[in-house]
């Protein structure tokens, strides 16, 4: 079986994920400036949810890049992916209505981290019948960045118990480690590793 | 007609169906762990949902795979099917709501089961214009499984009556027919067939 | 610009509209069969609009497989028509809340109606630029077709002030008209013409 | 790595935009044409955010024509692009239900705005790598129409303080720029620059 409709599928479910969670972003009841400015922490936490599942969408399309196959593992592997990411919209809300709580913070950064735990298993069956093996440095530093994103979320769980602004300090660490063109954050990660 | 606008379209609403479900999971009112907790119908629910859509996803593709034309009749075959299961997110409602009342349990199960029923007509209309007879062990232990699938959801409509564990269980063994790797199942059907 | 953006989104939206619909169908709240029993009209407002939706999916379907470019006319005749094919949901849910009043029923019929209205005007678009005329009686029998159906909507608006049940005789029987295999109705059609 | 599933992602995401506006559209709760009639303010909005996503997809479609590679910078400013065009849905839903108000009319405007905003970076990161750079007139005449419709969209936030109806007609002089064979408004915009 080609690898063409499980991208399909998987950029279909993403897509759904990404843009359900302006759903939850009501529009106040009365037409004043004040009642819109109190949905800042629901806007807040809708935007960052949209970048963390950014991230993982674009890994998830360099990972199946450079697949071959779609095998009976890698389909139930991007499957078990694909719940832990439509977990995400749940926890968004969440701590959306109760940014400064811990349990809700804590619950948010596990949605996030959730993914990334599954990540090496879908990684372990996408490239178990990759042509060639990928030796360089990149791969390397793709590797490293996975690990720090996964630490970062794991930290945010903590932090939560502290305080929720260094909770959500993490997820936003997570996004800069990704979003920014590669140059710095990658040669201090190879250095470090 | 060629079958790639029918394969997208179907890929499309299947991914609509299994990630609707997730606005099903509401967050609690109150951010404590108890409230969460209370969830866990829910979330069960939608899991196994999950997992029972991505069954029907990953065969229906394999059946595509094999059809060559999209013909009249497995347009509207297909449609029909698509209709069995977009009907699973209210089964799963209403089952999350409900998990130990009989009727939204064997209602559940009956939601579960109509793709499965509707399925044999749609493999009908898939390979009558196939090039090449698929005459392998590999596609009669495929429609043995079906069969076996059916009864399952059958059985767990049944069991509803007695206890909705034992009615979830059924759901289980389905997926575990279908995920876990082949070989000892796949014997195991092919010896009993 | 090529037409395969075109018919990707145009299949978004339709999958989108064809599945947004079972969001209609609540669970009722208590686990009982009665309560079940009393969702019919939903559920039967439901099937049909999935039938009506997927009527036009297979229409716009062929249509654009004869279309050989995106021309700007024909990217705001297929907005335009995918706008009012996105307002039958509306229509589904007044109806199935009302399954008996005249105006939700006639108001439902006129949702069906005016994608049916736009047609012609997408079909324009889409063949302006066809290679070869179709001149067979295929193309002349489909012509037909969609004046019968646009005739038998109108038909059930105006039905739905005697009785709905007439009126939703019409939209199954547009149906018929398109699910069937064509042989006797397309000869039916062709005689008559 | 291809453009292909950027193309793929982005249609999904714009598809879910466009379509989930309809769920605003709540079926009024008697079946009188009265309160239908009510209903005329969120259907005019719908309609016009409709519109107005069609634009941008239409623009966004012919952008990604252009582009040959999906670089790092593309995908992010891409994300940015989508997540400013899933803001309209909740401006839509404010604007529809206080269509005479200054401060969700002003809103509303805003949210049309802000993916114009950032279209530019959009573009920039689009055509870094094209092949060859467009000269022609065609793209002249597409940046400034880009340039009017920021312009209009701002003016249509400042009316909005003066009377909704003046900002609203702002927001149909884009559609207009956009929808209209290009022919005298080219020629006006062409001339003018």
């Given at each position: 079986?080609?690898?063409?409709?499980?991208?399909?599928?998987?950029?279909?479910v993403?897509?759904?994920?990404i843009?359900i969670?302006?759903?939850?972003l009501?529009?106040?009841p009365?037409p004043?400036?004040t009642e819109?400015?109190?949905?800042?922490?629901?806007?807040?936490?809708?935007?960052?949810?949209?970048?963390q599942?950014?991230?993982y969408?674009?890994?998830?399309?360099?990972?199946l890049?450079?697949a071959?196959?779609?095998?009976?593992?890698?389909?139930w592997?991007?499957?078990l992916w694909?719940?832990?990411?439509?977990?995400?919209?749940f926890?968004?809300a969440w701590?959306?209505?109760?940014?400064?709580?811990?349990?809700?913070?804590?619950?948010y950064?596990?949605?996030?981290?959730?993914?990334?735990?599954v990540?090496?298993?879908l990684e372990?069956?996408?490239?178990?019948?990759?042509?060639?093996?990928?030796?360089?440095?990149q791969?390397?530093?793709q590797?490293?960045k996975?690990i720090?994103s996964?630490?970062?979320y794991?930290?945010?769980?903590?932090?939560?118990?502290?305080?929720?602004?260094?909770?959500?300090?993490?997820?936003?660490a997570?996004?800069?480690l990704w979003?920014?063109?590669g140059g710095?954050i990658?040669?201090?990660?190879?250095?470090?590793?």
């Amino acid at each position: 079986m080609s690898k063409g409709r499980l991208e399909a599928f998987s950029d279909g479910v993403i897509a759904i994920i990404i843009t359900i969670m302006v759903l939850e972003l009501r529009p106040p009841p009365h037409p004043t400036i004040t009642e819109l400015l109190r949905l800042w922490p629901v806007l807040l936490a809708y935007a960052l949810s949209f970048l963390q599942v950014g991230v993982y969408w674009v890994n998830h399309h360099r990972l199946l890049d450079r697949a071959t196959l779609a095998t009976n593992g890698l389909r139930w592997a991007n499957m078990l992916w694909l719940f832990t990411v439509s977990l995400i919209p749940f926890g968004t809300a969440w701590w959306g209505e109760h940014p400064a709580d811990p349990i809700p913070t804590a619950i948010y950064m596990g949605t996030l981290l959730l993914p990334a735990l599954v990540y090496p298993w879908l990684e372990a069956e996408a490239l178990c019948n990759a042509a060639v093996e990928d030796t360089s440095g990149q791969h390397r530093i793709q590797k490293r960045k996975i690990i720090v994103s996964l630490l970062l979320y794991a930290a945010g769980m903590g932090l939560a118990f502290v305080t929720s602004a260094l909770s959500i300090a993490c997820a936003f660490a997570v996004t800069l480690l990704w979003v920014l063109p590669g140059g710095p954050i990658d040669r201090w990660i190879a250095r470090t590793g």
